[in-house]
């Protein structure tokens, strides 16, 4: 079975330093892979994915991640953080190539410091 | 708006009433997912379906909810008799098979549904 394990449920960064949330995954299959953002009181926001091809994946707002094999890894990251990144980030793995669905991981809150 | 939209928004209900929510996906999406999310908890896969036909069910869906997508289109997600365990946000999500099984790999969230059972 796939899984995500997101390290730290809590991340606090000052504005304009580097953002790092990070995310291991286990899956018995090549796995795509997404990064979601949750304000308070909304749905999930696709910000990027991995599928194929390029293992450095640009996405909105700034942010990127990469996907490590090696490491069963793939980091968000984001150079300088800015008031509105603060939310709730989400990892999902794709589990199924048949359903399509999403496994995700348990989230991390990101806060940032004035 | 060509979003994912959920109605309602937020319900509160007593423990052993029923309640239904709606979902109506992106217009042109074929593909229709139903997640659960509790507090503090990333969302879990309840349920999913390509055009009118659910395909699978998960373990969290027990005999007391049951979902439907009867033209296709719209979906609805009902829970008889609620428990205080059922609270949490429900979340619809929708994406697009084209021909020959490619995929978007885009599933686009509605707002979601926040349960609460007092």
């Known amino acids: 079975a796939q899984s995500v394990t997101q390290l730290g449920s809590h991340v606090s960064v000052s504005e304009g330093a580097l953002v790092l949330l990070r995310c291991n995954y286990s899956?018995?299959?090549?796995?795509?892979l997404f990064w979601y953002v949750q304000y308070p009181n909304q749905g999930l926001q696709l910000l990027l994915k991995y599928t194929t091809g390029a293992t450095l994946v640009k996405g909105i707002n700034g942010f990127e991640a990469e996907f490590k094999k090696s490491e069963t890894s793939f980091h968000l990251t984001k150079p300088s953080a800015h008031m509105s990144d603060a939310a709730e980030y989400f990892c999902a793995v794709r589990t199924n190539f048949g359903n399509e669905k999403l496994t995700f991981g348990t989230g991390t809150r990101l806060t940032i410091i004035p | 708006d060509t979003g994912v939209s959920q109605d309602p928004r937020h319900k509160i209900t007593k423990r052993g009433q029923n309640v239904t929510f709606r979902c109506d996906p992106i217009?042109?999406?074929?593909?229709l997912y139903w997640y659960r999310q509790t507090l503090g908890q990333g969302p879990e896969f309840l349920t999913y379906f390509q055009n009118e036909a659910q395909l699978e069910k998960s373990r969290l869906l027990s005999d007391r909810f049951s979902a439907e997508r009867p033209k296709g289109s719209f979906s609805t997600l009902e829970i008889q008799r609620t428990e205080q365990g059922d609270s949490a946000m429900y979340l619809c999500?929708?994406?697009?098979?084209?021909?020959?099984?490619?995929?978007?790999?885009?599933?686009?969230f509605g707002p979601g549904t926040r349960l609460t059972v007092l």
């Open positions: 217009s042109e999406h074929n593909r």
């Open positions: 899956s018995s299959v090549p796995p795509y």
């Open positions: 999500a929708s994406s697009l098979i084209v021909g020959g099984g490619k995929h978007t790999n885009e599933q686009f």
